[in-house]
């Protein structure tokens, strides 16, 4: 198959990296970025697009790694759109976490054309999506994902096929606000117990000895919340857009404790600088309780 990447940011450049070792020259790459696009099309030797109003037309698979379903619907859609210049036949994978009712959208709109699609966006961070280790959630037709398994298969090792169309997305976000809501009912339990004189250290490595353990515990805080660095390669902007995506599918659910938590987020992002990473939820409670539980020391933050 012919294969269009688009989308060359944190997450998209190490999986196009990933996706090339499967498809060799017969992938073809785009970005905004026109510099983005023809760095990493040399250091590949693949080809890389100037513009998508020069799509090739022998391209069969089209997968897209962008910021939101804003950008994917104005890629797709349209008489310029995209969804216009795939042939029937061709499969579309939406890697971006996108939300569940533009992806069951675009969905209907690919099958009128005879064209398969697929929600796919994924778990894992820059860091597994360099390693391509990344948990992969898919939501359409069986027909689409077995199609697409062994592209998704190149760049992620745990791939699952959710439910139909939407159905990545929702579990993406779903799967998000779980994950905030653990950064911060952690960081609650590290805080109280730097006050009563236990290290931040100490407190995680119990923790992940012990029942209270998560990924949040085990990854996040030792990688990148109590070495100040705040490098997850995650945007807090891309965190809060999915649990408000979240909080739209818990409808008439009761649902307090990941309330809190977005709640939370969006009480400390006007603290923030201007491209915070998610991990710097764990800084409201130090604001809220001048308990530091990071090593980026106080004058640092100011300069931000």
Known sequence: MTVLFIGLGTMGEPMVRNLHRHTGDSLTIFDARPDVTEKLARDLSIAGLSSLASVPKSVDTLVLML????????????????????????????????????????????????IDYLDAPVSGGQRKAVTGELSIMAGGTEQAFDRARPLLQSMGTAVHHVGPAGSGDAAK??????????????????????????????????????TGRSQASEVKYPNHILTGTFDSG?????????????????????TPVTDRALAVAEENRPLLGEHPDHTELARYYETHTSIQISNTRDDERTQE
């Open 67 to 114: 910021p939101n379903s804003a950008i994917v619907e104005s890629i797709l859609q349209g008489g310029d759109g995209l969804l216009a210049a795939l042939a029937p036949g061709a499969l579309v994978i939406d890697m971006s976490s996108s939300e569940p009712e533009s992806s069951k959208a675009l969905a209907a709109a690919a099958k009128q054309r005879g």
């Open 173 to 210: 976000a779903l799967n998000n606000l779980l994950s905030a809501t653990n950064i911060a009912a952690a960081a609650e339990v590290i805080t109280a117990a730097a006050k009563f004189g236990i290290t931040p250290e100490t407190m995680v490595t119990v923790l992940n000895a012990s």
């Open 234 to 254: 995650f945007a807090y902007d891309l965190m809060l857009k999915d649990l408000r995506i979240a909080q739209g599918l818990t409808g008439g659910i009761t």
